[in-house]
């Protein structure tokens, strides 16, 4: 036996022995600087679960790149795109950041997706001394030095929609979430401000990500009667969601559901048919009129496809690198310490009309806007709210 | 048993030369970057080691490991986390001025928990959590396996409950947000007992700490397989019936040593945590656990010190192919595994059994066809 | 709780337990009867599911005034695309690595890496959109107040003859006849003149086959991406597991039962702590029926 166990020692130590011997000088490659260009480093999942949302957020950083590459530079710099794969695991998220950081020493990141991914990378930002800009409409509850945020924090949608809710479809509320921070936070700021609206909870319910059976919790609501379905179900889970209220004879045409996590992009796999007649609330629809927005989808699909669509995140994405781009341009300096000053009230005409960075906040001020899907998957706009103020530590 | 030759010496001292390999050769080549990643590969090759264990000598295959692994990074983390929560720097306590209450991690202050809990109370102290990595995991590993075995519950069925336990750990700790820092996990450390943590010395001294523990673990791992106790879950392993009717029980056996595998994976837990500055329950769940068994059979599974060395291989490879070909690497990962099982049935280990001068492959093969249904076979 | 929730509640259960069942026929005999640890099997129902959507693209493309027959061809072109499939990887893989099943497991971890990537990198990043055919779109009235999905009584009445057709297959053709001996001894088969290696390609592609009818069919209730078969596949394992490895019928057992937790705990609790409960009751379970619900033969 204790032959047997020797034998395991001796094959695999040699075998590695042998095998570091041969591949010594491959081990670390090492990565060029080539001269005039800038790094600027993008961290999403390519692979595992959340890819299906963050790939085209990659797609749409890439555009802004480019363009900002043809356009001359910041600085007369190219900027050098490094992607990064976060494969959809938190701790790879944080490798990798160090990675961007201290190996490629970025002068920026683009990236993450979920609140998760960015809670593991926070730390390395903030010792490490980098830059993040983050574009996902998230639950707020965070300010640091290191981040900036180009999305919506919750109260910049949520309260808005409850409000507009309220006064034109009623105020009993079904809330239904996949189970994590994000969704758990919307519902308690909606639920604070149910409370504040008299409003009713006819009842919610928390379902794992990438669920896919809703029959029980479709049965509830029947049971229920809710004037608004609150939907904070994000990811897989919504096809399911949306497929199975349908089958249930719950549509947008006999039942108001409003989603805070579906855009133009989900509807897509969704299907247009399924989701026809509900309601969206964010700050960005592919159908905003406006000249920004039109070059923007123009040489989105021009770039990846005329059966592309754009959405949220995607915007945000895009808007980040502009953003970064601009404040470099006022700081005259890649220095993260510089850039993050120069940003306090730098505005942008963004593919969703003009927005603003707080003066301290690192927050962007945004409209909230609520539209209806079309049966193409398209969304027609019924209301756009003033420009709100970025508050990610509500009195609740 | 003419062990003189080279590969003799090799086989007979693999451990030391492993040692030599983690604790010499590979700290002083790699920059502070990169012997991070080390160290997070050997944190998970923890795990491996415990898993040649019970499955490669006891026969049984855990699906569950990263409930152990969780169970050590999660105390770990509420150590942690309770001393950043009592130092308050400026960040901190803005937030809990904001929320109005100082000294509670952050995550419960925004989830609106008002006290600490008091299961969380302990985790002030030092010497209780260490106790308690060392402690709890193995002890529930102990009680779950043997209440198991003890019905002889049959090995797949095994594999199914530790399958159970890691997906309910994953969902409770998502459900619980509150308590557990929910999908988040508990993140943002500062320091350990007062050392920064993420200091290049206190990241060198980690490691250490790490590769000696590993190599420490590895030595227990084998002067149990060496002892009679070895011999006797070896026995269970290939006929448990007849060890039963010469007097033995086996269901304490197979308890024992799937508590040490926990033991193991519950330290390598704690390390992560401590050098990764994070408690995920992302590596709790269904697919880190069956992660983790790869590590043991890409190194193969009746070799300590192959899990190690599989760990490295697979944790390197993923970090490799995914820096290098960031759209071609799952592929690479995927090819690995499927050309290891196809090539080198015995994992690295069996690569030097095919090397071997003059030796038949046979012993390789031998015990692993002994596995799921020896019955039907 | 009142008469029209009753039935509307049976009614789920009765659907999620015939979903668990077309979910694990498949593995039923992969596993089960072949002793192949496939987790690639998930995968297998993603490319069932893919195939429908490509058979969906066809029609609208070539034949759009057929629309409303493309799902039945759809789950036909599923099955024989994943037979197709498993047969191939039967014979380039894993015909290699009966001797040791703990293998297959690692090998088909792989295989289903590199499937998920295909499906990522030469399919779509995201989730494709599959249409519900007409005829499947809305509900059955059946009183006043209660009213039944049409999709999920499809799937229901898919499950029966897909069941009824597996279990004629087994007990009632010679073919069943070869396959079960194969699967109980494959040596003294061999040794009685059963080309075994045939047999095993072909249990071995029908069960591949099964996943995708599987696959097919859910793209009425859920998403087709990428990662689609990683939510299938737990549920899968712990279904055939948890009926008893061996057997056929403790699979739908298990299923059955499974369907009812699933769709009783989900009322009357948060859908997170529902499923927490009833992978808690299934060791529980395990735990008073050590070889699963329907052990086959207990020898030990």
């Known amino acids: ?103 490629d020493k970025v002068a920026a990141v683009m990236g993450c997706y979920t609140s998760a991914s960015r809670k593991a990378v926070l730390p390395v930002f903030e010792k490490l001394k980098g830059l993040l800009y983050y574009p996902t409409y998230y639950e707020g509850l965070e300010r640091s030095e290191n981040i900036m945020y180009t999305a919506q924090e919750a109260t910049q949608s949520v309260i808005a929609a409850m409000d507009w809710l309220a006064k034109n479809k009623g105020k009993s509320f079904y809330m239904i979430g996949s189970d994590y921070i994000w969704p758990r936070t919307t519902i308690k700021i909606a639920k604070a401000t149910l409370g504040r609206l008299g409003g009713k909870l006819a009842g919610e319910g928390y379902y794992p990500l990438g669920h896919i059976e809703f029959s029980s919790e479709i049965n509830k609501i029947k049971a ?132 603003k960075f707080h003066k301290d906040n690192h927050h962007l001020w945004k409209h909230a806007r609520i539209g209806t899907f079309r049966p193409d998957g398209q969304v027609d706009m019924v209301y756009e709210s003033a420009l709100i103020e970025p508050n990610p530590f509500p009195k609740l | 048993m003419a062990n003189r030759d080279l590969w003799g010496l090799l086989s007979r001292y693999g451990v030391v030369l492993l040692a030599i390999l983690i604790l010499l050769v590979l700290p002083l080549s790699l920059g502070i970057f990169r012997l991070g990643l080390l160290a997070k590969y050997l944190s998970l090759a923890f795990c491996a080691v415990g898993i040649v264990l019970i499955w490669g000598y006891g026969g049984i295959l855990s699906l569950g490991q990263g409930v ?150 590895v030595l227990v791992g084998q002067f149990i397989l060496r002892s009679r106790l070895g011999k006797v879950l070896v026995a269970i392993r290939d006929r448990e019936d007849r060890v039963r009717f010469s007097g033995y029980d086996p269901a304490l056996f197979k308890a024992f040593i799937f508590a040490v595998a926990a033991l193991f994976s519950s330290i390598g837990g704690a390390m992560f945590t401590m050098q990764i500055g994070l408690a995920s329950p992302s590596l709790v769940g269904i697919v880190p656990s069956i992660e983790m068994v790869i590590y043991a059979a890409v190194g193969g599974r009746l070799s300590l010190v192959g899990a190690v060395y599989g760990s490295l291989l697979v944790g390197y490879g993923k970090t490799f192919f995914s820096e290098n070909f960031v759209q071609y690497w799952l592929y690479m990962i995927g090819a690995l595994f499927i050309v290891i099982v196809m090539f080198l049935p015995g994992g690295l280990a069996s690569l030097m059994e095919k090397l071997r001068p003059g030796k038949s492959a046979k012993n390789a093969q031998a015990p692993i066809a002994n596995e799921l249904k020896p019955e039907t076979r | 709780m009142n008469f029209d929730m009753l039935a509307m509640q049976a009614f789920t259960g009765l659907s999620v337990f015939t979903i668990l069942m077309l979910m694990a026929l498949g593995l039923a005999i992969v596993f089960g009867l072949m002793g192949v640890i496939n987790m690639a099997h998930g995968e297998l129902m993603a490319m069932g599911a893919y195939t429908t959507y490509g058979t969906a693209v066809l029609f609208e493309t070539y034949f759009p005034r057929f629309m409303d027959a493309y799902f039945v061809v759809g789950i036909v072109f599923a099955f024989c695309i994943t037979f197709v499939f498993g047969f191939l990887l039967e014979r380039g893989l894993i015909q290699f690595l009966y001797k040791r099943p703990l293998d297959t497991m690692l090998a088909t971890w792989g295989l289903s890496l590199i499937l998920q990537q295909i499906y990522r990198q030469f399919i779509n990043a995201k989730e494709v959109e599959v249409p519900t055919v007409s005829w499947l779109q809305g509900t059955w009235q059946a009183t006043e107040t209660v009213s039944f999905p049409l999709s999920r009584i499809f799937i229901i009445g898919l499950a029966v003859v897909t069941g009824a057709a597996v279990y004629m297959l087994l007990y009632k053709t010679r073919w069943g006849l070869r396959i079960r001996a194969v699967t109980q001894n494959r040596s003294i088969s061999g040794a009685v003149g059963i080309n075994t290696t045939k047999v095993d390609a072909f249990t071995f592609a029908l069960g591949c086959g099964l996943a995708g009818i599987a696959g097919s069919s859910f793209t009425m209730l859920a998403s087709t991406g990428p990662v689609t078969g990683q939510a299938y596949i737990v549920d899968t394992f712990i279904v055939v597991v948890f009926g008893g490895v061996e057997s056929l019928l403790g699979t739908i057992a298990s299923a059955f039962i499974m369907g009812q937790m699933q769709s009783w705990f989900e009322y009357f609790m948060s859908g997170s702590m529902a499923r927490a409960s009833i992978l808690l009751l299934v060791i529980v379970v395990l735990y008073f029926r050590p070889n699963g619900l329907f052990a086959t033969k207990v020898r030990r």
């Open chain 1, 1 to 103: 036996m204790s032959n047997t166990d020797r034998r395991g020692f001796i094959k695999a130590t040699a075998a590695t022995a042998a095998a570091s011997a041969i591949a010594a000088p491959y081990i670390w490659p090492k990565g060029a600087q080539a001269a005039g260009t800038v790094k600027m480093g993008i961290l999403h999942s390519l692979t595992g679960t959340i890819a299906i949302a963050e790939k085209s957020v990659v797609d749409a950083e890439m555009l802004a790149v480019e363009e900002i590459n043809a356009a001359g530079g910041v600085m007369g710099q190219k900027i050098e795109a490094v992607v990064e794969d976060g494969a959809s695991d938190w701790p790879t998220f944080a490798e990798k950041a160090r990675k961007l950081i201290e190996k």
């Open chain 1, 224 to 355: 229920a009667k809710p004037d608004v379905i609150l939907n904070c179900v994000v990811g897989g889970s919504n096809v399911a969601f949306f497929k199975q209220l349908n089958a249930a004879g719950i549509t947008g045409k006999n039942q108001a559901i409003l989603s805070l996590a579906v855009s133009e992009e989900e509807v897509s796999g969704i299907g247009a048919e399924n989701a026809a007649g509900t309601l969206t609330c964010m700050s960005y629809f592919q159908s905003l009129k406006n000249p920004a927005n039109e070059k923007f989808v123009k040489a989105f699909k021009a770039k990846y496809g005329a059966n592309r669509v754009t959405g949220d995140t995607l915007n945000c994405g895009y808007n980040s690198v502009y953003l970064w781009k601009l404040a470099a341009e006022k700081a005259k300096s890649f220095e993260v310490a510089k850039v993050v000053a120069a940003s306090s009230d730098l505005q942008f005409d963004s593919p969703e009309g003009k927005i």
């Open chain 2, 68 to 217: 152990f692994f969780g169970l050590g990074s999660y105390m770990m983390a509420m150590f942690l986390k309770l001393e950043r929560a009592a130092e308050a720097d400026s960040s901190t306590s803005a937030l809990s001025t904001f929320f109005g209450q100082a000294g509670l991690p952050d995550f419960m202050s925004w989830n609106s928990v008002e006290a600490l809990p008091w299961w969380w109370e302990p985790f002030h102290h030092v010497w209780f959590t260490i106790t308690a990595i060392l402690i709890l995991p193995p002890l529930l590993a102990f009680i779950l396996a043997y209440v198991n075995f003890r019905r002889r519950v049959g090995e797949v069925y095994f594999s199914i409950i530790t399958l159970s336990l890691s997906a309910i750990m994953a969902i409770v700790i998502v459900g619980q947000q509150g308590y557990t820092g929910g999908i988040n996990g508990i993140t943002d450390f500062k320091t350990f007992m007062g050392i920064d943590l993420d200091q290049d010395n206190a990241k060198i001294v980690m490691y250490y700490i790490t590769a000696g523990l590993l190599i420490a673990c």
